[in-house]
C-alpha cells in the first residue's frame, strides 16, 4: 500500500525569514492524522533568508539528520563542534542526553534550503554524539548512495535506530529499485524533480510511505532528487 502526502497538504510556516513545509506535526502544527511513520518524526523543508537563522535552543533524546540542497549551514553547538554544511552535504546528530546548537545562513545574499529529518532513537539517554559528511554527485548519480544506517556500513553516518537512509540522483528516463525486507516499511521523500513510484506520480516536496511493498521501483521523469528510508 503506498499512501502519498502531497507537498501542498503539508503544514506550513511563515515567519519572513523563514517558510517552511512540515509533513508531520511539528510546533504550532498539529495533525493527529499525521505525527510520523514508524520511527520517522519530523521532515521539514526549510528555506532560510540569508543572514537569518535558528538560534540557541535545546534538544534531547533525538537522532537529527540535517540534509542541504542549497546554500550553506553555520552550525555551532554545547558538544563544541562549529562549522559549515554546505550544500551536497548532511549532517548527523545524536542530542541524546542533551544538546544546545544553532543553526544560521550565513550568506548575505543567498537563500538556504535544507532538509530538517528527525528518527526516533531506540535507545535514550546516550552521550550526544555528531557526524558530518559529503555526498559526492558521482555516488548519488542514477545509484543510491547509503547516508544513514544503524551500524555506519559503506561510511555512512550512524545512528541509533534500525533505519536506512538513501539518496539519489535520477537522469530523466533512469530508474531506481529497491527491496523491502518482510516487516520493513519505505518512505520516499522527493526533494526536486518527478518520478513514479510503483507507478503513483509524485512531484517535488511530496512523500510518501510503504507498507506491505516488497520492492520499490522508482522511474524519473525529469531530473529528480530524492530520499528512501527503509524503516523497522
Do not use: C
Not at 22 to 34: E, Q, R, T
Not at 42 to 61: K, L, Q, Y
Amino acid at each position: 500500500m503506498i499512501t502519498l502526502r502531497k507537498s501542498e497538504d503539508r503544514g506550513q510556516v511563515d515567519a519572513g525569514w523563514l517558510k517552511g513545509r512540515h509533513s508531520f506535526s511539528f510546533g504550532n502544527y498539529y495533525d493527529p492524522d499525521h505525527m510520523g511513520f514508524r520511527s520517522l518524526r519530523v521532515i521539514n523543508e526549510d528555506r532560510v533568508e540569508p543572514a537569518s537563522g535558528f538560534d540557541t535552543h535545546p534538544h534531547r533524546d533525538m537522532e537529527i539528520i540535517t540534509y542541504v540542497y542549497r546554500g550553506e549551514v553555520l552550525h555551532k553547538d554545547s558538544m563544541g563542534n562549529e562549522g559549515v554544511i554546505r550544500a551536497g552535504e548532511v549532517q548527523r546528530m545524536s542530542a541524546g542526553t542533551g544538546v544546545l546548537h544553532s543553526e544560521h545562513n550565513p550568506s548575505a545574499t543567498e537563500p538556504l534550503q535544507l532538509l530538517q529529518i528527525w528518527i526516533q532513537p531506540g535507545l535514550n539517554g546516550i552521550p550526544p554524539e555528531y557526524e558530518q559528511m559529503n555526498l559526492d554527485q558521482v555516488d548519488r548519480d542514477n545509484r543510491w548512495k547509503l547516508v544513514v544506517s544503524p551500524d555506519g556500513r559503506d561510511g555512512s553516518l550512524k545512528i541509533h535506530q534500525d533505519a536506512f537512509l538513501y539518496a539519489a540522483l535520477l537522469e530523466p528516463g533512469k530508474a531506481l529499485s529497491h527491496t523491502l525486507k518482510p516487516e520493513r516499511h519505505g518512505w520516499v521523500q522527493v526533494v526536486r524533480g518527478d518520478i513514479e513510484v510503483n507507478g503513483l506520480s509524485m512531484e517535488a516536496g511530496d512523500g510518501a510511505s510503504l507498507a506491505r511493498e516488497r520492492e520499490i521501483h522508482l522511474s524519473a521523469q525529469s531530473p529528480t532528487e530524492l530520499l528512501l528510508f527503509d524503516l523497522q
